[in-house]
Nanobody
Framework: VQLQAYGGGLAQAGDSLRLSCAAS??????MGWFRQAPGKDREWIST????????YYADSVKGRFFVSRDNAKNTMSLQIDVLRPDDTAVYYC????????????????????WGQGTLVTVSS
């Protein structure tokens, strides 16, 4: 089982960027995105639950970040609009072994599988 995040890079403030996460080995009902900025703790960004189609976002990214799934390709994407310098971070995709309860979706420890991370750097 493997998750691979990609799509990061260098962008300017105001740009858009699309990150993707390719899963292999199995399918997952609950998948999420986290990020970790330099010197900071890992932060939950968003979760999508395949069985319900529901999406969830941290307040800090609502309205600019949009998560989606392509179940046929077993991938998850994160569209980031209007990038800001404080979006600079390593972005990780993660998946729960089973469907996560809502109270757990923001906790990194609830996710069993993790991608290696993709770096997003936003310049002002």
């Amino acid at each position: 089982v493997q998750l691979q995040a990609y799509g990061g890079g260098l962008a300017q403030a105001g740009d858009s960027l699309r990150l993707s996460c390719a899963a292999s080995g199995r399918t997952f009902d609950t998948m999420g995105w986290f990020r970790q900025a330099p010197g900071k703790d890992r932060e939950w960004i968003s979760t999508i639950i395949s069985s319900t189609g529901r999406t969830y976002y941290a307040d800090s990214v609502k309205g600019r970040f949009f998560v989606s799934r392509d179940n046929a390709k077993n991938t998850m994407s994160l569209q980031i609009d209007v990038l800001r310098p404080d979006d600079t971070a390593v972005y990780y995709c993660a998946a729960g072994n089973n469907r996560l309860i809502l109270s757990a979706i923001h906790r990194a420890g609830a996710y069993m599988y993790w991608g290696q991370g993709t770096l997003v750097t936003v310049s002002s």
